[in-house]
């Protein structure tokens, strides 16, 4: 701002000394404000600013010693010392801008300057420096002299399009550096130019001058004048760089049309012509070079997993078909973690990405360099074995699920998981998709039998389809009505009355007849079917029994219970769903009990979430089948239960005294130490009752008080005499 007000104050000023002066004081100004700027913000490269800061200062000298030749000596003397001190400040400018783009570190971007510059010396060689050259009527070192300042201007020129070509964006000191050489270069060639041509008045330069003094000054005020040079140096061809290199290099060719330039300059034109030929060329071969290597880097990610950089399924499928030959014997295998959804669910996504990279790790290193692994996605990794002797399979499972088993440390979490790995066989195949779905349905057979490991074999294939047929069959089924509710009592020893019902859903197949649960409940549960199915039974349960207490009043159960499974439980709107069941119904909460297993509780996460909410309804919570699952006892800790139903195979052999006796006698303690209502299940023989009243059972389901059956309010109706 002071700088523009010095400048606008020079210009009011009368012509000739007192001009001068003020021109000489700016330039003092600009070179002192320089220095005081490498002083407050001490830049990185001070070096480049002193240098600077020189070349300017050695400038204003020689403007003094000119003057003192004009004002004091009345001559004006060409050439004479002044011109020494000008052309002193060349070099250190030269030195100045080297400084600068040495620290850029410019690339390819180096040859985009020597082809700017070049073609731009060109010009200026042609319109200056010859003509100056060939002057006849000057002394040589007046000659040399005049030819000295442009090609001093050459230099510069070439430093600059280095600065301008080197594809960043400067920070605004070096952009304003960088216009202030430009306007010294410009004001300088214009004044070589016009004093060759003309003979014209300088006055526009001596501003143009001034303001370069001005831009220098600000760059080096600027606080950005010490950041370090940011960015990285691209040598891209972007469409703005690609048109300043065809007008560039379009210059030489184009100088031949002027009808000025003669045969003698030709020769000139003709050799930078060449020298821009073949840098354009070196430029091109770079960009081809870079692109090269850069769709060479896209392949690589497309063929990655991101989060822990393993091959990714498109890339096991090229490696899987590459060892397809007959000359080898490839196996895959696929593992699909267990509980991880869980981990997801109750640690965030966050710790399950990091459970998945310290997996991968260690997947990596538990096989052989030679075998390649792969995430395929979600929580499911594929190990690729090329040529497998026999008996390595074997020993890659164990390695494998050794390495999974010891627990992983994610942040504070101590994680412990396990995985169903199937494998398959590739040798004698040419399809990698079917040695994948192979592995898959092997997979797919070891989670649901429980086991580590199982290898294809064609059986695996017929019970899939079969599995999938069903599948297919019990949508229909769903759609076409043919789901029936039956009830089973749940009765008071020792008198047998029926105080509750349990739900029981039976498929009236058109051709199969009456086809049990557990025929096709396994089979809903994997097709995410019992969603629906589940909500279909809950829904027409409680209409059910609330249609028996309208009609029965005091006689009606007490409470019906119905199963659900633990892909219902886990599923989002569970909860939801039964509160609309009994809003719809008008059964009340209390009067529903929902069963659940062990196992569908056992994770925690969402499942359990869900109970203590419905439990929260009022609605009571069954632990079925209880004593079978592996936690049992722990579980009555976290889980809200009301219900223990004591499984059927420590009822079946109650009567002969042994260890089956001591359990149900400890079970109905717990049940009873607990404040528990405890059901015996499965119940078949008068013995069985008389001993499970002796042990203190007071509730028991079972075929001896009444099988399931469509409607358990007939035995209430029976005539007496029928009983
Ligand atoms: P659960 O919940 O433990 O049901 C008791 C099973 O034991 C029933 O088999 C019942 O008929 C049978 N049972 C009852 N008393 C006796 C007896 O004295 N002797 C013998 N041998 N069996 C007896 P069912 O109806 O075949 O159901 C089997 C399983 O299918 C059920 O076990 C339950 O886990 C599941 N299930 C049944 N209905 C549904 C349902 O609506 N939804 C869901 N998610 N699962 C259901
Ligand atoms: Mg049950
Ligand atoms: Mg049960």
């Known amino acids: 701002m002071a700088g523009v007000l010095a400048l606008a104050g020079w210009r009011l000023l009368p012509e000739g000394l007192p001009q001068d002066i003020a021109y000489n004081v700016i330039g003092l100004a600009s070179v002192a404000a320089i220095l005081a700027g490498v002083r407050i913000h001490r830049p990185p490269r001070a070096a480049m600013w002193l240098w600077f800061a020189?070349?300017?200062?050695?400038?204003?000298?020689?403007?003094?010693?000119?003057?003192?030749?004009?004002?004091?000596?009345?001559?004006?003397?060409?050439?004479?010392?002044?011109?020494?001190?000008?052309?002193?400040?060349?070099?250190?400018?030269?030195?100045?801008?080297?400084t600068l783009l040495r620290a850029r570190r410019i690339g390819s971007g180096f040859i985009d300057a020597a082809i700017v510059g070049t073609s731009l010396g060109l010009v200026l060689w042609i319109f200056v420096i010859q003509p100056i050259a060939v002057d006849s009527d000057a002394s040589l070192l007046e000659r040399l002299i005049g030819v000295a300042y442009p090609a001093g201007d050459a230099m510069l020129l070439f430093l600059l399009a280095g600065l301008f070509t080197d594809g960043r964006k400067g920070s605004p000191s070096s952009r304003l550096l960088g216009v202030g050489v430009l306007l010294l270069l410009a004001s300088d060639i214009s004044f070589a130019v016009l004093s060759l041509y003309s003979d014209g008045n300088s006055a526009v330069l001596d501003a143009a001058f001034l303001f370069s003094y001005l831009f220098w000054a600000a760059a080096a005020l600027h606080p950005s004048?010490?950041?370090?040079?940011?960015?990285?140096?691209?040598?891209?061809?972007?469409?703005?760089?690609?048109?300043?290199?065809?007008?560039?290099?379009?210059?030489?060719?184009?100088?031949?049309?002027?009808?000025?330039?003669?045969?003698?300059?030709?020769?000139?034109?003709?050799?930078?012509?060449?020298?821009?030929?073949?840098?354009?060329?070196?430029?091109?071969?770079?960009?081809?070079?870079?692109?090269?290597?850069?769709?060479?880097?896209?392949?690589?990610?497309?063929?990655?997993?991101d989060l822990t950089s393993l091959a990714n399924r498109r890339r096991f499928e090229q490696e899987v078909r590459a060892v397809l030959v007959p000359t080898k014997r490839p196996h895959v295998l696929l593992l699909d973690l267990n509980g991880f959804k869980e981990v997801n669910d109750d640690l965030g996504h966050a710790v399950g990405d990091g459970l998945l990279i310290v997996l991968a790790e260690r997947l990596r290193n538990a096989v052989h360099p030679d075998s390649l692994v792969a995430r395929m996605g979600g929580d499911e990794f594929a190990v690729l074995l090329p040529n497998a002797r026999p008996g390595d399979l074997p020993v890659v499972v164990e390695r494998l699920?050794?390495?999974?088993?010891?627990?992983?440390?994610?942040?504070?979490?101590?994680?412990?998981?396990?995985?169903?790995?199937?494998?398959?066989?590739?040798?004698?195949?040419?399809?990698?998709?079917?040695?994948?779905?192979?592995?898959?349905?092997?997979?797919?057979?070891?989670?649901?039998?429980?086991?580590?490991?199982?290898?294809?074999?064609?059986?695996?294939?017929?019970?899939?389809?079969?599995?999938?047929?069903?599948?297919?069959?019990?949508?229909?089924?769903?759609?076409?009505?043919?789901?029936?509710?039956?009830?089973?009592?749940?009765?008071?020893?020792?008198?047998?009355r029926m105080v509750a019902v349990e739900t029981l859903v039976r498929w009236q197949h058109p051709e199969r007849g009456l086809v049990g649960p557990v025929d096709f409940i396994p089979v809903a549960e994997r097709n995410g079917l019992i969603v629906e199915l589940g909500?279909?039974?809950?829904?027409?349960?409680?209409?059910?029994?609330?249609?028996?207490?309208?009609?029965?009043?005091?006689?009606?159960?007490?409470?019906?219970?119905?199963?659900?499974?633990?892909?219902?439980?886990?599923?989002?709107?569970?909860?939801?769903?039964?509160?609309?069941?009994?809003?719809?119904?008008?059964?009340?909460?209390?009067a529903l009990a929902i069963e659940v297993t062990e196992t569908a509780v056992f994770e925690g996460g969402r499942a359990l979430e869900a109970l203590h909410q419905i439990r929260a309804l009022g609605v009571r919570i069954a632990l079925d089948d209880f004593g079978t699952g592996h936690s049992s006892l722990g579980l009555l800790q976290s889980v809200p239960v009301d219900i223990l139903k004591v499984d059927k195979s420590f009822?079946?052999?109650?009567?002969?005294?042994?260890?089956?006796?001591?359990?149900?006698?400890?079970?109905?303690?717990?049940?009873?130490?607990?404040?528990?209502?405890?059901?015996?299940?499965?119940?078949?023989?008068?013995?069985?009752?008389?001993?499970?009243?002796?042990?203190?059972?007071?509730?028991?389901?079972?075929?001896?008080?009444?099988?399931?059956?469509?409607?358990?309010?007939?035995?209430?109706?029976?005539?007496?005499?029928?009983?």
């Open 54 to 98: 020189a070349g300017q200062f050695v400038w204003v000298i020689g403007d003094l010693v000119y003057e003192f030749y004009e004002y004091v000596l009345q001559q004006e003397p060409y050439p004479s010392i002044a011109d020494a001190f000008y052309l002193s400040a060349y070099p250190m400018m030269v030195v100045g801008l080297l």
């Open 225 to 305: 004048m010490s950041a370090r040079g940011e960015g990285r140096p691209e040598g891209r061809m972007t469409r703005r760089r690609l048109v300043l290199l065809a007008c560039t290099s379009l210059f030489a060719p184009g100088l031949l049309f002027l009808p000025t330039v003669d045969a003698s300059r030709r020769y000139a034109i003709g050799a930078c012509g060449i020298v821009l030929f073949l840098l354009v060329l070196v430029r091109l071969s770079g960009s081809v070079a870079m692109v090269q290597r850069q769709s060479l880097q896209l392949a690589d990610l497309a063929m990655r997993d």
């Open 651 to 723: 009822i079946d052999n109650i009567t002969a005294s042994g260890r089956h006796a001591v359990i149900a006698t400890s079970l109905i303690d717990i049940g009873n130490g607990l404040g528990l209502t405890t059901v015996a299940e499965g119940v078949e023989t008068a013995e069985q009752a008389d001993e499970l009243y002796r042990l203190g059972y007071r509730l028991a389901q079972g075929y001896h008080f009444g099988r399931p059956v469509p409607d358990p309010m007939m035995r209430l109706t029976l005539p007496i005499t029928a009983r």
């Open 535 to 590: 909500a279909w039974i809950l829904r027409s349960a409680c209409f059910q029994a609330a249609a028996w207490r309208d009609e029965y009043g005091d006689r009606a159960p007490e409470r019906v219970s119905v199963n659900a499974s633990a892909r219902q439980l886990g599923q989002q709107g569970f909860v939801d769903l039964v509160r609309e069941a009994l809003a719809a119904s008008g059964l009340p909460a209390s």
């Open 401 to 496: 699920t050794g390495t999974l088993h010891e627990a992983i440390r994610v942040g504070e979490h101590e994680l412990l998981i396990s995985a169903s790995i199937g494998s398959a066989d590739g040798t004698g195949l040419d399809d990698p998709f079917e040695v994948l779905r192979r592995a898959d349905i092997a997979m797919y057979a070891a989670k649901k039998q429980g086991v580590r490991h199982r290898e294809y074999d064609p059986g695996l294939d017929e019970r899939a389809s079969a599995e999938a047929q069903l599948g297919a069959e019990l949508r229909a089924a769903l759609d076409a009505q043919q789901f029936r509710l039956f009830f089973q009592p749940i009765v008071t020893l020792p008198e047998g």
